[in-house]
């Protein structure tokens, strides 16, 4: 199995290097399949607006809400993640070279969200690759065991990781 999650200490910054691996896999040739999330930094200064690009092309959801300057807690717009669980969901074959999930968040680590999705590559023999955070570390490794490997937040670890899982993929021997 193929599965690796990388965390980067920044806010924002494990989305960032996600989203800039998957434009250069795709400009590559690779067939991916899941999210990359887009934040927008908000004129008001309020909380950024979180967007998920569905891979390879679109389109972009918003997968928060706007809950107003003073709101505290979780802005996730649950229906809005769902919708973009079903459109990767729909896309998710054996044809797929890469399956990228931003984040492995609360949702799937309460056996919500994309954790069907992550169980269905993994089925499939498709590499997996996750954002996480430290909030939710420990959920994720009761649900990928031992088999995940941890990878550096480092563009460059990550595709070397994903051509080796690729190359495997192609040619399981």
Same mark, same amino acid.
């Given at each position: 199995?193929?599965?690796?999650? !990388?965390?980067?200490?920044?806010?924002? *910054?494990?989305?960032?290097?996600?989203?800039?691996?998957?434009?250069?896999?795709?400009?590559?040739?690779? +067939?991916?399949?899941?999210?990359?999330?887009? %934040? !927008?930094? +908000? @004129? *008001?200064?309020?909380?950024? #607006?979180? *967007?998920? +690009?569905?891979?390879? #092309? $679109?389109?972009?959801?918003?997968?928060?809400?706007?809950?107003? @300057? %003073?709101?505290? $807690?979780?802005?996730?717009?649950?229906?809005?993640?769902? !919708? /973009?669980?079903?459109?990767?969901?729909?896309?998710? #074959?054996?044809?797929?070279?890469?399956?990228?999930?931003?984040?492995? $968040?609360?949702?799937?680590?309460?056996?919500?969200?994309?954790? *069907?999705?992550?169980?269905?590559?993994?089925?499939?023999?498709?590499?997996?690759?996750?954002?996480?955070?430290?909030? %939710?570390?420990?959920?994720?490794?009761?649900?990928?065991?031992?088999? /995940?490997?941890?990878?550096?937040? #480092?563009?460059?670890?990550? /595709?070397?990781? !994903? +051509?080796?899982?690729?190359?495997?993929? /192609?040619?399981?021997?």
């Amino acid at each position: 199995m193929k599965l690796a999650y !990388t965390m980067a200490p920044g806010r924002g *910054d494990t989305d960032l290097i996600l989203a800039d691996l998957a434009s250069d896999l795709i400009a590559q040739g690779l +067939r991916l399949c899941g999210t990359v999330q887009i %934040n !927008t930094e +908000r @004129p *008001d200064a309020g909380p950024c #607006d979180m *967007d998920v +690009r569905i891979l390879p #092309d $679109g389109p972009i959801l918003r997968i928060s809400q706007n809950l107003g @300057p %003073n709101a505290r $807690g979780c802005r996730l717009d649950p229906e809005a993640l769902e !919708t /973009a669980v079903a459109r990767v969901a729909a896309q998710l #074959d054996e044809r797929i070279d890469l399956l990228i999930i931003n984040k492995f $968040g609360k949702h799937e680590a309460e056996g919500r969200g994309f954790r *069907d999705v992550l169980a269905q590559a993994v089925e499939l023999d498709i590499p997996v690759l996750v954002g996480l955070n430290s909030l %939710n570390q420990t959920a994720f490794e009761r649900f990928a065991g031992s088999l /995940a490997t941890q990878l550096p937040p #480092d563009q460059e670890a990550l /595709a070397q990781w !994903t +051509r080796n899982a690729v190359s495997m993929a /192609a040619d399981p021997a």
